[in-house]
């Protein structure tokens, strides 16, 4: 099956979108586009803007694939990340509106099998709960079963996975951003509408809306066609990593952040929550306010401050909520390796922008989405791309200068050592040392770490020798596999396909059983690698 360009638009959802090849209404906006593309040198970038709920600019650039001479257009699929979560959070509500579920239901009405960590929490968790992120569990917690990608974890591993999640706050007293609560939601939907997740996303979102090209489930990328695939900076250019198989697989992560959409489907879901007269009757007056109501409070960031002039910041059902300039401002974005999306929403003069970028590119989106609201908020505030570009830059060279990363370039492979493999009880094993390799004494004594190793939710790993060196993997997940390297009396595990940027320490800690321990090398590691929140204990020898 040839890709599918055209689009046929029937019933209410016809006309949303103006044709994606028309220029644009505003020259600034066409302006912000190209220096931004060209000062973060994007390898995709396609941007749609509606003002009083008409299109005003749509725009797109770049190649699907670097090198490929495939074109970006309005109709090329892009990974949204977590713009994902606002779908699911309508999935919710449009069960609400027809009586299948209500928001202060307990999640084990639908989920019986659900378990938090304290039993009096998994009692009270309501479906509201699922979506504001006040669960009580650390920031990202359990998102190494969701990513990176791919992986074999599944949304029953997940629920599972739960019980064995430590809180670090008590529930509902704060905000800590989760992915693992949408994965939830998703089968609370599926299991109140009596249909997979995936089908209802389709039947209540993608076929009322006319977004017909975004896909959710499983699908062939053969058939489907014009799909971007994510890039990474490499050596000085863009290369494609984690590229798309024939076939799309059915992921666990789906309701968090698992949905692919066209800038085309993505400007028509803009201006249907923006215009409900667009589609009537699509969700009640009354859940429309409930997805736009701050639920949740949220940090207010010194920048959102400084750039917006904002007063407030909270959560609502799979929305971030906040004041721009004295103006309600509704948005989310959307980050996996490679792939980056914002939409950000302007209600009250029906306006809204809508970012996609198929490369490494969270400051660009940060900075071409400033510019686009300042352009409706506070124009004789907007500065140039490059004026925002400047200053995310010298954030970040105040983080470095607070967190120094240790140097790690003296690192080489941990050697493994034939005693070793002796066993446990080795009495330089019940010690109490730290074993941290090196020339530590206990690493020459022949503590026997190698081995199987168990977390109660990310599963069974390894710590074994192999081709002359030592290796850590984890069973599930493909990605987290690589070389135990020696950097004076510490080891760190160097990825084999992880940047740097995601490397961790690893620990042994000698007991009956020894156990392992991993801890991010970078304190500004993004969040889900919650490599904090495992334990593994030695479960046998090494095959």
């Known amino acids: 099956m040839r890709a599918l360009k055209r689009w046929v638009l029937c019933g209410a959802a016809a006309g949303l979108v103006a044709s994606a090849t028309a220029a644009a209404a505003d020259p600034g906006f066409q302006a912000m586009f190209d220096q931004t593309r060209q000062h973060y040198t994007l390898p995709g970038l396609a941007m749609a803007v509606v003002d009083d709920g008409q299109v005003v600019y749509t725009h797109t650039a770049g190649e699907r694939r670097v090198g490929s001479g495939e074109p970006i257009d309005a109709d090329t699929l892009f990974k949204i990340a977590s713009n994902s979560k606002a779908m699911t959070a309508a999935v919710l509500a449009r069960l609400v509106d027809r009586g299948l579920l209500a928001w202060d239901d307990p999640v084990t009405r639908y989920l019986p099998q659900f378990r938090m960590y304290d039993p ?188 917006d002039n904002a007063h407030f910041s909270a959560y609502g059902y799979g929305w971030r909520l906040s004041d721009l300039d004295g103006q309600w401002k509704v948005a989310h974005t959307g980050t996996l390796s490679g792939m980056y999306s914002s939409l950000a929403l302007l209600p009250d003069r029906k306006a809204g922008v809508v970012i996609l970028i198929n490369g490494e590119g969270e400051d660009a989106r940060t900075v071409l989405m400033q510019a686009a609201l300042k352009h409706y908020t506070a124009p004789e505030q907007q500065q140039t791309i490059a004026g925002y570009a400047e200053q995310l830059q010298a954030e970040q060279v105040n983080r470095n200068a607070a967190h120094a990363l240790p140097d790690t370039t003296a690192r080489k492979p941990v050697e493994p050592r034939p005693a070793w493999l002796s066993g446990i009880d080795h009495p330089a094993a019940t010690q109490g040392v730290a074993l941290r390799g090196g020339d530590h004494p206990a690493a020459m004594q022949g503590v026997a770490v190698p081995g199987l190793y168990r977390d109660p939710w990310l599963g069974q790993a390894r710590l074994c020798p192999e081709n002359g060196t030592l290796r850590f993997s984890v069973d599930k997940s493909p990605a987290l596999r690589g070389t135990v390297m020696q950097l004076g009396s510490r080891w760190l595990v160097q990825w084999d396909t992880l940047g740097a940027d995601a490397e961790p320490w690893l620990q042994v800690e000698p007991g009956t059983p020894p156990t392992l321990r991993l801890s991010a090398i970078d304190p500004d590691i993004d969040f889900s690698y919650d490599y904090q929140d495992l334990h593994f204990s030695r479960i046998g020898d090494c095959p």
């Open 120 to 307: 009096w929490v998994t009692g009270h968790m309501q479906v509201r709960d699922l979506l504001i992120h006040n669960s009580g569990l650390g920031l990202g917690a359990g998102d190494l079963m969701l990513w990176p990608e791919p992986n074999t974890f599944s949304r029953a591993d997940i629920i599972a996975g739960l019980a064995h999640l430590k809180p670090v706050t008590s529930f509902r007293s704060g905000y800590a951003y989760d992915n693992l609560m949408y994965v939830v939601a998703g089968e609370v939907a599926a299991a109140a509408g009596g249909k997979p997740y995936d089908q209802l996303l389709r039947e209540d979102v993608f076929v009322p809306l006319g977004m017909t090209r975004c896909q959710a489930g499983t699908w062939s990328v053969a058939e489907v066609g014009n799909v971007a695939q994510p890039h990474a900076p490499r050596d000085g250019r863009n290369v494609v990593i984690n590229a798309d198989t024939a076939i799309a697989p059915d992921l666990t992560s789906m309701a968090a952040g698992g949905i692919r959409c066209s800038l085309r489907d993505m400007t028509r879901w803009m201006q249907v929550l923006l215009d409900p007269t667009l589609v009537p009757g699509w969700l009640s007056d009354t859940q429309r306010r409930a997805l736009w109501t701050a639920h949740m409070p949220m940090p207010l960031g010194e920048r959102q401050r400084r750039w």
